[in-house]
C-alpha cells in the first residue's frame, strides 16, 4: 500500500489541521477481514476523528471514529 497525504493550506491557518490519508490495499480473500482499527488515537493525543469510507469485497460503508469507537467491524 502506499499512502497518500492532503493538507489543505486554509485549514492550517485556521489553528487546526485536516488532512485527508488514503490507503488502498488488495487482499486474495477479502471474505476473510473481518474488522479493522485506528491505533493512530494512541500516537497523536490531539487527534479528535477520522471519517473512513471502505470497500471490502462486495460490502461498502463509512463512518466516524473516535478514541472511543477506532475500530470497525465488517
Known amino acids: ?3 497518500s497525504y492532503s ?3 486554509s485549514d492550517l491557518e485556521k489553528g487546526h489541521t485536516a488532512f485527508e490519508v488514503g490507503y488502498q490495499l488488495e487482499c486474495k480473500h477479502p471474505e476473510n477481514i473481518r474488522r ?6 494512541k500516537t497523536f493525543k490531539d487527534l479528535n476523528e477520522l ?3 471502505w470497500v471490502v469485497g462486495d460490502r461498502q460503508g463509512a463512518g466516524t471514529f473516535t ?8
Open 1 to 3: 500500500a502506499s499512502p
Open 7 to 9: 493538507v489543505p493550506l
Open 36 to 41: 479493522a482499527s485506528f491505533p493512530a488515537f
Open 51 to 53: 471519517h473512513g469510507q
Open 67 to 74: 478514541l472511543k469507537n477506532s475500530r470497525i467491524d465488517f
